[in-house]
């Protein structure tokens, strides 16, 4: 079925936009106006597409944000628990979210579940908005006919994951915000004040200058007359690290670099460790094998240090042996991991001790957060206040020598 993408006025003079699937532009008319739309513009998205595709040369589909998908998967697990049929339970999502490319993909979807199609076969279409390890949780739920079960879960998993990123990322904001303040202040010193300062020295040829006062200057002088150069490098230098990371063996190295870093390093363990226990016991629960779990989970990680250690993991296990013993002769997991492993494997229960695992690991990133946060502050401001401490040592110097030379 069509889909065809509309801006018209709702009766209350409102603009609205928004996609509408019908088998003919006639029949969305309608659709619409009975919804009490007047129709300002209507086009085939399809067709807009491929002329759009045809005048750039290439086709992206937009990423959509974890926390629309979350409430999408649950808003469709909460549909189809209610025996509304797949494709009703579609179509009624596909209007609901108000992400466009979200919306647009489920009346894809939909359209290609009505035809007969599979529904992870379907989401497969669209690798940008739904994950791999999405697509394999819906897979397993269509084989075993549990599908709204699978559902719940993953809109769990997408809500938990989309929780512990946002509190990392507004925990870091604070320190971010102060120390580009900082630099910005240090940035307006150097450029437009000790440059002044500096005119009054110039009239005084027999004062001398102390050593440290005339590194304020030079520096000050290289930032005022060559700013853009200043600039240019520190641009240049963060694109080439950015290139450098996509590179095969500068990923590994950076990967391995990041895990000892001070501060960071051990949170950025405990981010992956949580990812790893979180999302595999999210694919046990919903009825994926051992072996596709772990080798979508190794990409989850997003550390090939952690990686390496989940395919000789993998490895073990398809060879009859257990899991723990490769995870632990990595080193990248902590004992209590690797105790927990073990006994989940012995007893049967590991689905249930991963996910222990996990909300001890989420509860540590966030105190991790918070005490870095708390920690953050205070150095940038100690910095802060060191520089410009030594600025004015240097300018006040020179200062009181000017007042005994001109008494």
């Known amino acids: 079925m069509p889909i065809f993408e509309y801006r018209g006025l709702t009766k209350d003079g409102k603009n609205t936009k928004g996609v509408v699937d019908a088998d003919s532009l006639r029949a969305a008319k309608l659709k619409l106006k009975k919804d009490g739309i007047f129709v300002v513009n209507l086009k085939d998205k399809k067709k807009s597409q491929e002329t759009g595709e045809r005048k750039k040369g290439v086709t992206k589909t937009k990423n959509v944000p974890v926390k629309d998908i979350a409430l999408m998967t649950r808003q469709l697990a909460t549909l189809i628990k209610a025996n509304i049929p797949l494709v009703d339970a579609l179509g009624a999502v596909s209007e609901q979210v108000e992400n466009p490319v979200l919306s647009e993909a489920l009346a894809d979807c939909r359209n290609m579940v009505n035809e007969g199609g599979t529904l992870h076969k379907a989401l497969g279409k669209y690798p940008n908005v739904f994950s791999n390890i999405y697509i394999t949780m819906v897979e397993a739920g269509e084989a075993s006919g549990t599908l709204d079960v699978i559902l719940i879960r993953l809109a769990e998993f997408t809500e938990a994951q989309n929780e512990l990123r946002s509190k990392v990322q507004s925990a870091l904001t604070y320190p971010l915000v102060m120390l580009s303040v900082t630099l910005l202040l240090l940035a307006f010193l150097f450029i437009f004040v000790v440059p002044k300062i500096v ?209």
């Open 199 to 407: 005119s009054i020295f110039d009239n005084f040829p027999q004062l001398k200058l102390p050593w440290y006062t005339v590194v304020v200057i030079d520096f000050s002088g290289i930032l005022v007359n060559y700013w853009w150069l200043v600039l240019g490098i520190g641009v240049g230098i963060y694109f080439l690290f950015q290139n450098w990371k996509k590179t095969p063996s500068g990923k590994t190295k950076w990967d391995a670099i990041s895990l000892k870093l001070p501060l960071f390093g051990e949170m950025n363990r405990l981010v992956a460790v949580s990812r790893f226990t979180r999302t595999l016991a999210t694919l046990l629960n919903g009825g994926v094998p051992m072996l596709n779990a772990l080798a979508i989970v190794r990409n989850v990680v997003d550390n090939d240090q952690i990686a390496v250690a989940i395919d000789n993991a993998r490895s073990n296990i398809s060879e009859g042996e257990s899991i723990a013993g490769p995870l632990k002769k990595s080193g990248q997991f902590p004992p209590i991991v690797i105790h927990m492993v073990s006994i989940g494997e012995k007893t049967g229960e590991l689905e249930h001790m991963l996910v222990q695992v996990s909300d001890a690991y989420d509860f540590q990133v966030r105190n991790k957060v918070e005490s870095l946060t708390s920690l953050m502050g205070p150095v940038v401001l100690i910095i802060m206040g060191g520089v410009i401490g030594v600025i004015v040592f240097a300018v006040m110097m020179p200062m009181f020598e000017l007042t005994n030379i001109a008494g």
